[in-house]
């Protein structure tokens, strides 16, 4: 049940990899696939649903500002959503209703301005005419918050570095896309007129000059850059002061613009390009949404001058133990890694084929420094086997997102070989997951949902609605493969704090396609 914004600058089909600097973090905008508990609740229509997509966003860490955007990238779609989608356009937010939403937010160590929300279409930030008084606004009663921009660059100059370096702790995730002025209009749709000559490295250059730590991100389109302009934006990048690089897979639906679409590359090609740049820069460069065929903790890239990087931590590298516990998978060696970093500083790990190595760090927010694909969070699997044993179900459906159902399957045969007291092997600790002796739980069956209302080659569960739920359950319900007594599980994250899908609709209305007797379960939402 991969996370994804189901809004917002365009339609990216990322289930956002475990990258401890940029905007995805553990414990913040990254919750868990299926924990994620929601604790606001708010009308349906109108303005009551845009306050509850903000205070979504809110809950997430995430800060709206604005929906303005002064470009038009190829792959956006937010033009090509189905109609009857309940997506919310912000004008430029009052400076009021910033220094509000942030006396809410207080409490987090992190604020993300600039990343697209829930039902929120997300802009570009520096385009607020107020944006510096925003920052200051944020400083102000978030002092210590470490604050992370998503920005496109075009208004990024040397000024703005300056400000932003004043601003510290602050780090930016540059939208970048290429390195190359005339691939850069191409893409984003700057025409031959005013604006069409900008420098994307521009950016890159005045982050570097003025230390404010960043890293790129790009939505590869060879059909428009060239087939090499990945690599040579990997090299660009590489030897400037850039930290990671996300290689975003583009999507479409299926009301995207059949021009548009035949200009997008398929997944195969832009695992490809990216793991041609992977090979030829030090630049940890990783794919979005990632391939994992296992759940082990390995390494997908080391930030430089970062703890990981200073242990001697490698790409590539498999962590077998993090303080003497065999992580579940890649997402609970991270949560492990950094837990035990803020608390004491250090962190013992345990390299397949190394041995040893300890990782040290005097930063309290403990990022260790590693790059890893995300894969499956244990507080998923445990849910989902602690509710069918209070609840006493024989069977268990878990539904899901194409992108989700391979991970989520790992996980819970993983949990199947683990004994009552979540041990595995000669006496080491594999905590995390409590399951059943083999051969004595519930039957787990994770069914990947298609999604139908936005078509193409959407695959994430931030879209799915109800109506893709339905079609996904009316064949299960019709050869009995969901019974009385059965538990089916929806993912919270295609619904919003009013517990509603995109197109307004609740899950209780899959509750009458089931079987008497059987339970259909959002964890957090109550119906």
């Known amino acids: 049940m991969s996370p994804l914004p189901p809004t917002g600058q365009g339609i990216r089909e990322t289930s956002r990899g475990y990258v401890d600097y940029p905007v995805d973090t553990v414990d913040n905008s990254e919750n868990s696939q299926l924990h994620a508990l929601w604790g606001v609740n708010a009308a349906v229509d ?72 829930s039902r929120v279409s997300e802009g570009e930030p520096l385009t607020h005419p107020r944006f510096e008084a925003i920052l200051a606004a944020v400083r102000e009663v978030l002092p210590r918050a470490l604050v992370k ?166 790409t590539g590298d498999v962590l077998e133990e993090v303080e003497g516990h065999h992580p579940f998978s890649r997402v609970d060696a991270f949560r492990r890694l950094t837990a035990a970093l803020r608390q004491t500083g250090s962190c013992r790990v345990r390299v397949a084929g190394r041995g040893e190595v300890t990782l040290r760090t005097d930063d309290p927010t403990g990022r260790p420094g590693v790059v890893l694909d995300r894969d499956v969070d244990p507080r998923d699997i445990r849910l989902v086997l602690r509710t069918a044993a209070r609840l006493r179900a024989r069977r268990v459906l878990v539904l899901t997102s194409a992108l989700g159902a391979g991970p989520l399957e790992m996980g819970f045969r993983a949990a199947a070989r683990w004994d009552a007291v979540g041990r595995q092997g000669a006496g080491r600790r594999r905590r995390g997951v409590r399951a059943h002796p083999e051969g004595t739980g519930p039957a787990v069956h994770v069914v990947p949902v298609a999604s139908r209302s936005f078509g193409g080659s959407i695959a994430a569960a931030g879209l799915l609605t109800v109506s893709d739920f339905a079609c996904a359950l009316e064949p299960l319900v019709r050869d009995r493969a969901v019974q009385g007594g059965d538990l089916v599980f929806l993912p919270p994250v295609s619904f919003g704090v009013d517990g509603l899908d995109l197109f307004g609709r609740p899950p209780a209305d899959l509750q009458a396609l089931l079987p008497r007797g059987a339970r259909l379960i959002v964890p957090g939402l109550t119906f």
């Open 46 to 117: 109108g303005i009551d649903a845009c306050v509850a997509a903000l205070a979504e966003a809110e809950a997430a860490g995430i800060l709206p500002v604005t929906s303005t955007c002064n470009l038009s990238c190829v792959f956006c779609s937010n033009r090509a959503n189905p109609p009857g989608v309940r997506v919310h356009h912000l004008p430029p937010r009052s400076l009021p209703e910033i220094r509000a939403a942030l006396s809410r937010m207080g409490h987090l160590d992190e604020i993300v301005i600039g990343e697209s929300a």
């Open 149 to 314: 921009v998503t920005t496109n660059g075009t208004l990024l100059d040397r000024r703005m570095a300056a400000l932003f370096k004043a601003r510290r702790p602050l780090e930016v995730t540059l939208s970048l896309n290429t390195c190359s002025p005339e691939g850069y209009r191409k893409v984003h749709g700057l025409g031959r007129g005013s604006g069409s000559g900008h420098d994307p490295m521009a950016a890159v250059r005045a982050l570097s000059e003025a230390g404010v730590p960043f890293h790129a991100s790009v939505v590869p389109v060879p059909a428009l850059t060239g087939p090499g302009d990945l690599l040579e934006t990997a090299r660009r990048l590489d030897e400037s002061d850039c930290l990671s690089l996300r290689v975003l897979v583009p999507a479409h639906t299926s009301f995207s613009d059949p021009g548009l679409v035949g200009l997008l590359p398929p997944r195969e090609e832009v695992a490809r390009l990216a793991e041609e740049a992977r090979r030829a820069v030090r630049l940890p460069v990783t794919l979005e949404p990632p391939q994992v065929a296992d759940l082990r903790a390995r390494l997908a890239g080391v930030i430089r001058g970062s703890p990981a990087a200073a242990a001697g931590l490698r």
